[in-house]
């Protein structure tokens, strides 16, 4: 295949999660098991395959969904969500934890890459997939996480296809959009507001005072984050005493939290054994498996969204 089209990153952990809340869970297995994330999950690809025409697509995966070292930074990150009596494990419903195996059984069995990194998230796959392709062709970046916002780029370019609600709504990023709705005007600011802002969602405590309509207007005057704590630093009169202060305060955590707001651009990616081998990110032209797929479709009731994955993958050939 000619790679014409854009590489399709999936944040696949905040799409499932999507496709769980966002399918009844009345969607179930011949035995009565609930596989409504699987399905809708696959619904979902159906439709971003059809609608966007990549060439190629991998879903990124959370090998590590609390990473240590963002943990030893600002231990409060994602605590919140660890799941009750563990110290690692997340927090997950219990009828969607069962379908994860079947979503990455089904995903191999069709041929469609999957790509994790030993010690961190799928964001930072992502960011470092996202690197690795600037200058080469365009990507697109779906995910129901706004963090990822920090990777828009027009010029490499790089846009993110955002999971509003459920598995239908669909906003497309771009920089004007993050203009338009956030005040800033790259995806680096983006990281740079957010950084200042902070998110209770991943246990992030911001500068206190300092929101986001602060913190976007801070950084349109002085540029960027360093700029902005160097200007503290310098007492420079732009800054109110007030910001001033909040802004001092607040340099324990400002020293360390752009390390862990940020996605990795290095992390080490390595793809996922496929059923038929192989190391390409290309759409697959049919299953990689065509036994193991018709057996996982007979057995968790998936012959519509199976249907549906196969074909808008024919339609790209």
Same mark, same amino acid.
């Given at each position: ?14 799409? +499932? ?17 609930? @596989?409504?994330? #699987?399905?809708? /999950? ?10 966007? !025409? ?22 409060? +990150?994602?605590?919140?969500? @660890? ?7 997340? %927090? ?9 195996? #079947? ?29 690795? %392709? *600037?200058?080469?062709?365009? @990507? ?21 296809? +955002? ?9 497309? #990023?771009?920089?004007?959009? /993050? ?10 600011? +983006? ?9 209770? *969602? ?18 349109? !005057? ?17 800054? &109110?005493? &007030? ?21 990795? &651009?290095?992390?080490? @990616?390595?793809?996922?054994? !496929? !059923? ?8 697959? $032209? ?12 007979? $057995? ?18």
């Amino acid at each position: 295949m000619t790679a014409t089209g854009p590489l399709m990153l999936l944040d696949t952990a905040s799409l +499932y999660f999507r496709a769980y809340y966002g399918v009844p869970d009345s969607v179930k297995a011949p035995d009565g098991t609930p @596989v409504n994330a #699987v399905r809708g /999950l696959l619904d979902m690809i159906a439709r971003l395959v059809t609608d966007h !025409r990549p060439t190629r697509l991998v879903a990124c995966w959370d090998e590590d969904w609390r990473p240590a070292f963002r943990v030893e930074a600002i231990p409060s +990150y994602k605590a919140h969500r @660890v799941a009750e009596g563990s110290t690692e494990q997340e %927090e997950v419903p219990d009828t969607l934890a069962p379908q994860v195996p #079947v979503i990455a059984e089904v995903l191999a069995a069709l041929g469609i890459a999957r790509a994790g990194a030993a010690g961190f998230e799928a964001d930072d796959v992502i960011g470092t997939l996202t690197h690795r %392709e *600037s200058g080469h062709g365009p @990507v697109l970046v779906v995910t129901g996480d706004r963090d990822l916002f920090q990777l828009v780029d027009d010029d490499a370019p790089v846009r993110v296809l +955002y999971t509003i609600r459920g598995i239908k709504d669909i906003e497309q #990023v771009d920089t004007a959009r /993050l203009a338009e709705k956030y005040a800033v005007a790259s995806g680096s600011a +983006y990281a740079d507001m957010a950084v200042l802002r902070g998110d209770p *969602s991943d246990g992030l405590p911001g500068v206190a005072g300092i929101g986001e309509k602060t913190a976007a207007a801070l950084l349109a !005057r002085y540029g960027d984050l360093a700029t902005l704590l160097a200007a503290r630093d310098a007492g420079d009169p732009g800054l &109110t005493a &007030t910001q001033r202060r909040r802004l001092t305060e607040a340099a324990d955590y400002l020293a360390v939290a752009p390390g862990v707001v940020r996605v990795a &651009t290095d992390a080490p @990616v390595t793809l996922a054994p !496929r !059923r038929a081998g192989g190391d390409s990110f290309d759409l697959p $032209r049919e299953p990689a498996d065509p036994e193991a797929l018709v057996d996982l479709t007979a $057995r968790w009731g998936l012959e519509s969204s199976v249907r549906r994955v196969l074909n808008a993958l024919a339609q790209q050939h």
